[in-house]
Nanobody, 121 residues
Framework: QVQLVESGGGLVQPGGSLRLSCAAS????????MTWVRQAPGKGLEWVSDINGGGSSTYYADSVKGRFTISRDNAKNTLYLQMNSLKPEDTAVYYCAKDRGSWSDAQYDYWGQGTQVTVSS
């Protein structure tokens, strides 16, 4: 069965960095685009970034562009999100999600359990 397990969240000071990971299993990882979505306290889901199955194309929300980098290691079935210059407004639960095809169409069929990122001094 498909499993997505995020890790790497935590408490970090403003300006700091974190690297999130999403370990995938139960499907041919390289065949599918993957997406990071976040949910801040009291707010709805916000798309953060996605990457195509081959890893050659990446897309970012304006709110994180230039600070976050999405990547994937298809040999390790793992998705990453490197987050630099973190701001308090980045505080959220971060989810990885599996797209339905090799390019993201914002239609996700599986989600991880989420990992909490808190940016605070």
């Amino acid at each position: 069965q498909v499993q997505l397990v995020e890790s790497g969240g935590g408490l970090v000071q403003p300006g700091g960095s974190l690297r999130l990971s999403c370990a995938a299993s139960g499907f041919t990882f390289s065949n599918y685009a993957m997406t990071w979505v976040r949910q801040a306290p009291g707010k709805g889901l916000e798309w953060v970034s996605d990457i195509n199955g081959g890893g050659s194309s990446t897309y970012y929300a304006d709110s994180v562009k230039g600070r976050f980098t999405i990547s994937r290691d298809n040999a390790k079935n793992t998705l990453y999100l490197q987050m630099n210059s973190l701001k308090p407004e980045d505080t959220a639960v971060y989810y990885c999600a599996k797209d339905r095809g090799s390019w993201s169409d914002a239609q996700y069929d599986y989600w991880g359990q989420g990992t909490q990122v808190t940016v605070s001094s």
